[in-house]
Structure formats: C-alpha cells, structure tokens
C-alpha cells in the first residue's frame, strides 16, 4: 500500500480528522464499519485530497505503507477495543496504532500494555477542539513511547492548530499520559464553563440584567485577562433571539446540562490521587444538580425559588468588576487545581509530563484556549517545579488583586441566595492553601480518641496515642 496514514472511524470526529490529514498533502486511507459513511465522505470532499477509501478492514489495511500507522476514531469504549481487536490479526510488527477517541488514561494503559507484547505501538491520543479543531486545527495530546512519536509526531504537528508558529502538539508522555491530560483539559473546561454560568447568573438575578446586556459586558471582558474561546463564544449565546418565539434562547432552553464521562473521570482520577482539585469538582456536582429536576421542584415549592432579584445593584459597575475578578480568580484556582493533578499523575504513573508544554499546546485549537495560558508558560518556565501556579509572581498578584472583590461577591451571593458552588469553593480552597494552621489538628484527636489512630506532634519526632479512656496520658505509639 501507497497511503501514509488511515483513519477508521468517519463520524463527525473521524472525518474532519482525515479531511485535516488529507488538505496538509497525506496520502489518508479511508474506512468505516458502515461503508455509507466512507462513501458520503468521498461524495461529498473527495476532490479536498488524497484519499484511499475501502469497505473492507483487509482492504484498508492493505492500503497502508509500512509500518502502518493506523488512527482509530470511534466511540469510546467497547467500540474501540472491537476494532483493535478486528484490526490486530491483521497488523505487522511495528505498526502504529493511533487512539483519538476520548479513551480513559486506564483504558489506554492496558491497551497499549496488551500491544506492546504483540510487537504493536499503541498510542493513545487526546485531541481537543471539537468537529471545528479536528478539521481546521485541533489540539493533539498524544501518549506512548518515543519511536511512535518520531514517526507520528511530524503529522501530528503539521495539522494541528498554530499559535505563534508553535503548533499545538507535543509528545506527553509514555502509554496512557495523553489522554489523561486530555481528561485533565475536559475537567478544567467544566470549571471554566461553571464559572462563567455562576457569573451569568450573577448578572442576571443579581442586578436584574437582560441576556444581551450580559452579552455586552462579556464582550468587553473577552478584550482583558479573561480572553478566550469560552468567554468569547459566552456572548454569542447569551446575545442569540430564539427565531420561533423571539426570546432570548437562554430562556428556551432546558436548565439542565448533561454530564458526560470525562468530567466524572478527572474527579474519581482526583480522588484517588489525593489533589483537591475543588473547582472541577463542584463544576460536575453543579451539573448533577440542575439533572435532578424532581428533587428541585419539591425543594422549590417547600422554600420558594428566592425573589430577591436586583438587590445586588446599589453599586452596579463595581459589582460587575467585582464578578470579573471573582470570576478570574477562580479560574486561575481552577487551572492550578489541574496542573496539580497533572503533576500527580505524572508522579504516580512515572510520564515526567512537563507542564509548561501542556499550558503550550492548550494555547491554540482546544475549547479552554485562553490569552491567560500564556502566563502559565511563563510560571512554569521561569520554574519547573513550581508548588502551585498560585505562588507564581504573576497569578499570586492577579488574586491578591482581586481577593477583596471575591469576598465581596461570595457574600454577596450568599446573601441574595444566588447559588455559586464553583466561586465560593474556590476562594475556600485558596484560603485554605494559605493558612498555616488549619483545624485538622481536631481532627487528628478526634480519631486517636475514637479509633487510637494516633498522632505526630508539632515539637517532636514519632507517632503518640493518648489514652483518653483512662489517664489521659500520652504514650509513643
Ligand atoms: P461517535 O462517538 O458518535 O462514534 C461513532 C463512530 O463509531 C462511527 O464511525 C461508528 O461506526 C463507530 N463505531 C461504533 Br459507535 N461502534 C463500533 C464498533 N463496534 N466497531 C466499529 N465502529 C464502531 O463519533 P464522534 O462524535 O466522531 O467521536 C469519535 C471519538 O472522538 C469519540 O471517542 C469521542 O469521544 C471523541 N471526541 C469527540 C469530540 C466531539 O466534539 N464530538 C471531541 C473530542 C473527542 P458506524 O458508522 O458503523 O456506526
């Protein structure tokens, strides 16, 4: 075979992919499990390239030079390890092969793990940006090991997106370090997207705002620090006319947001890491909430839905100050919530993930892509260690800056009872980080009075148990 890369898999995701592949001068073999997909592609963009299509997965294989570097796109999950296992009889030593679906980092381990001890490369890699990046330029994450990445890297790099002649693709790291990256972005774009739905709600139950004029002060945020795709595309929504009934479209739309996999995923990987990645966390919860309509219902009919809208306007352009700089510290707690998990993971699966790239290739292509990433750049290159991306000089003066404005808001929200889970944990995350001493102490005796758990002490070495049912005298455990 003649082509140089193929892709199984022609939804949406798949197609745009090869589409991308063949507009940067690929030779891209083409197949899908319902040949009608492979052939509307071909109907429909055939004369945009090179494309090889087959019916059969023989065919497609047999249309490949070796060694064969083959991109899976299909629904993550059972589909995937079907089409592995249809693909592998038929694969020579040294083939590639190529995971884009949204693959669980487990997942990826194990399939790559499996490959390996058939002589494949398997790659697992993440790739961002919707069916608008995949086609135009997407941001690409890919995982395994370095001799698949010498190959694949050169037409990976080529057809993701650009920022500053930077493409926005780097080698992660060995076998499941891409996709969970990829699953790190997903959970920091939930907390990006709570935190611009709690500043919405806000604005509009807070001060009595109409959806276009909350469009407006989104327009003028998106020319400060909080420039991105997110907030830019927050006006768009919020300024749309529904077309039937001339409303607003916000106020057509059911309230209630599903939650998919990967958000799920980055906080049970959290849990298990130890990091409190809070701001992702209250963002999934959030999304849990507004799905149990019944629940809500009752408990809106039992306390009333709260009337007290407009009461925050007494001072309305510095409460809308106040909640674009809330609305930014949360998102830098947000962001350094996700490096720390990258960090851990990275720690705990032996990648050596260098996070200053992540903030690099998330820059341009991805949904989270932001001016701010750059400062991120910026912290981890003046230092690769860096505890928390809150200490580093430009964020720690960003929230020291807009602290009091935080405070302000998450009170204030309080008060009105306009619920911001994602604000107000964020501002106790930071005030947590930064305390010296924090209550765990109790904690810490309570345990050794119910469960002799024991405790270390401040002033010396080892472990202690009191014994609380008795003397109360303390002993070295
Ligand atoms: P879908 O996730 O909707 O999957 C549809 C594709 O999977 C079709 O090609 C279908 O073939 C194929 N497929 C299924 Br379903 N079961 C199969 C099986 N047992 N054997 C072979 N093929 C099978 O497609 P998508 O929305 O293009 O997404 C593809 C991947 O990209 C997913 O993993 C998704 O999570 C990920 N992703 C999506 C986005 C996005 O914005 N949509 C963004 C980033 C990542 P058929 O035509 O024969 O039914």
Redesign the pocket.
């Known amino acids: 075979g003649t082509a140089q890369i193929g892709v199984t898999?022609?939804?949406?995701?798949?197609r745009n992919l090869a589409r991308n592949l063949a507009r940067h001068g690929f030779r891209v073999a083409l197949h899908?499990?319902?040949n009608a997909?492979t052939e509307s592609l071909m109907h429909e963009h055939g004369d945009e390239g090179d494309f090889v299509p087959s019916e059969s997965l023989t065919d497609f294989v047999a249309s490949l030079a070796k060694p064969r570097a083959i991109i899976i796109?299909?629904?993550?999950g059972?589909?995937t390890d079907?089409?592995i296992e249809e693909l592998v009889p038929l694969l020579d030593e040294g083939d590639i092969v190529i995971d884009?679906?949204?693959?669980h980092f487990a997942d990826t381990r194990r399939r790559e793990h499996d490959l390996a001890e058939r002589g494949l490369h398997f790659v697992g890699a993440g790739?961002?940006g919707?069916?608008e990046g995949a086609l135009n330029g997407p941001s690409i994450m890919p995982g395994g090991s370095d001799e698949a990445y010498q190959k694949l890297g050169p037409i990976f790099e080529s057809i993701a997106a650009d920022v500053d002649g930077t493409p926005c693709c780097v080698h992660v790291g060995p076998d499941g370090a891409g996709h969970f990256v990829k699953m790190v972005h997903n959970g920091i774009e939930y907390a990006d997207m709570q935190l611009i739905a709690e500043a919405y709600d806000l604005l509009r139950s807070g001060l009595d705002a109409t959806p276009a004029e909350i469009a407006d002060i989104f327009r003028d945020w998106n020319s400060g620090d909080l420039e991105s795709f997110l907030i830019e595309i927050t006006a768009d929504v919020l300024a749309h006319i529904d077309a039937e009934t001339g409303k607003p479209f916000l106020d057509v739309v059911r309230d209630q947001a599903e939650q998919k996999g990967t958000g799920r995923w980055t906080v049970q990987s959290a849990l298990d890491l130890g990091v409190p990645i809070t701001g992702i966390a209250e963002a999934t919860f959030a999304l849990s909430l507004s799905g149990h309509a019944d629940q809500r219902k009752a408990a809106a009919k039992t306390f009333g839905d709260d009337g007290k809208a407009g009461t925050l306007g007494s001072d309305r352009d510095q409460f809308i100050e106040d909640v674009r700089k809330a609305l930014y510290a949360s998102k830098v707690v947000a962001y350094a919530q996700g490096f720390d998990q990258i960090r851990a993971g990275s720690d705990e699966y032996g990648w050596n993930i260098d996070r200053g790239a992540m903030a690099t290739i998330w820059r341009g292509g991805c949904i989270i892509r932001a001016r701010f990433l750059n400062r991120i750049v910026e912290a981890y290159d003046a230092d690769p260690d860096l505890s928390s991306l809150l200490v580093a000089p430009y964020f720690a003066g960003a929230v020291s800056n807009g602290v009091n404005s935080w405070r302000r808001v998450v009170v204030a929200a309080a008060q009105a009872g306009i619920p911001t889970p994602a604000f107000s944990s964020s501002l106790a995350y930071f005030d947590g980080l930064r305390r010296t001493r924090l209550p765990a102490a109790l904690i810490q005796g309570l345990r050794d009075n119910f469960g002799a758990h024991t405790y270390q002490r401040v002033d010396k070495e080892g472990s202690f148990h009191t014994m609380w049912g008795a003397d109360k005298s303390e002993v070295p455990a």
């Open positions: 898999g022609l939804a949406v995701m798949g899908n499990r319902t997909r796109m299909v629904k993550a059972s589909a079907a089409v884009c679906g949204n693959a790739v961002s919707g069916e």
